[in-house]
């Protein structure tokens, strides 16, 4: 690790190999934490490059566990967090938005690190049980919609990080990662931005797959849909910017959007929202990024069908029925 720390402090760059490299290396356990804090903190003070974030992307890949669900045609829906705005757990909800339409999704997620609560915080309060088992996940998207993989258990690079990123409690390049390393390889995600210079990153990525995408960052620094300032969205390489009030929403307040100061806080403010307990803001929110997430998945029809599509599932207790079911799956 001194040789590529003293390459990286001479402002000079790994290759796709190299970084690839160092992330295997990480994996194995092969580097101190002092040794991977101080590489972490490199792209804190600089932009990670192309070359890198592939080679770093290449390692987690063919070393996580994987799982096979392509027979259900799930897609991802999954912020890279660290936009420091601490909001309710919007993609969470979003996820069981979609489920209750209809649609499978392997949601790929972890502990939140620079933010209260992540979606496995959330999901573990109210008693799901992380695994790597097949037939546990492949049980849980079909009777309820919804799997979850936990980072950290698919992924041992990640799982090496975990005590320096709580240490840092800050954004890091595993936060731009983990859309990226979804173990079921799904054919369609939608992906949120913490800004514009990431977003014009993850699109020239995904433009060399097969992806069905759309990446989302909110104009004010959101990683999501926030209704509080236009965003832009990214679909398939084609780019558009958005308000509110084009979509038809009451522009929010950053107030309005406040996650809890504890796992317990957010936790009482996620159950209300599919229980229909929750602000007029809080579902419009919920029902804007699953919308979008509907556009990603379903290109032919309109933003009108897939915003009626979104307040149905939420509306009617569909997505409330989703989550109960995969809970009650847990017994």
């Keep these: 690790m001194r040789e590529v720390l003293n390459h990286l402090f001479e402002h000079k760059t790994l290759t796709r190999i190299e970084a690839e490299k160092v992330l295997t290396n990480i994996a194995k356990g092969n580097y101190s934490e002092s040794e991977i804090a101080a590489f972490l903190t ?33 897609m991802d829906v999954c912020g890279t967090g660290g936009d420091g705005k601490d909001t309710f757990n919007i993609s969470t909800l979003t996820t069981f938005v979609l489920a209750g339409a209809g649609i499978k999704v392997a949601k790929n997620g972890n502990y939140g690190v620079s933010s ?23 049980n849980e998207i079909d009777k309820s919609g919804v799997c979850f993989l936990h980072a950290p258990l698919f992924n041992p690079a990640m799982k090496n990080v975990v005590p320096v990123r709580r240490a840092l409690k800050i954004k890091t390049f ?4 983990g ?43 959101y990683d999501e849909v926030s209704l509080t300032s236009e965003f832009k969205y990214i679909l398939n390489g084609i780019e558009q910017i958005v308000s509110p009030e084009m979509m038809s929403f009451k522009r929010a307040k950053q107030s309005d ?11 009482d403010i996620f159950i209300k929202i599919p229980k229909n307990e929750g602000t007029v803001t809080q579902n419009s929110v919920v029902n804007a990024n699953a919308q979008m997430a509907l556009k990603c998945y379903y290109p032919s029809k309109s933003f009108e069908e897939c915003r009626a599509i979104a307040c149905e599932s939420l509306l009617t207790g569909k997505a409330y029925k989703s989550f109960s079911k995969l809970i009650e799956l847990q017994a």
Excluded: W
């Excluded at 003070?45 to 799982?67: H, K, P, Q, Y």
């Excluded at 595993?174 to 990662?177: E, G, H, M, Q, W």
């Excluded at 993850?202 to 060399?208: A, D, I």
């Excluded at 959007?257 to 936790?267: I, P, Y």
């Design 42 to 74: 490199v792209y804190l003070m600089r932009s990670i490059t192309v070359d890198e974030l592939t080679g770093f992307r290449d390692a987690l890949l063919n070393l996580c566990i994987r799982i096979d669900l392509s027979e259900f045609d799930s």
């Design 116 to 138: 209260t609560c992540g979606s496995s915080n959330i999901l573990k309060h109210f008693g799901y049980k992380f695994s790597t088992d097949n037939d546990k996940l492949r």
């Design 174 to 177: 595993f936060n731009i990662l």
């Design 179 to 221: 859309p990226m390393v979804n173990p079921s390889f799904p054919k369609k995600q939608l992906i949120g931005v913490y800004s514009l210079e990431l977003a014009r990153l993850y699109n020239y990525l995904y433009q060399q797959s097969s992806m069905k995408y759309m990446i989302i960052f909110s104009l004010d620094g």
């Design 257 to 267: 959007l406040r996650g809890g100061k504890n796992v317990q806080e957010a936790a």
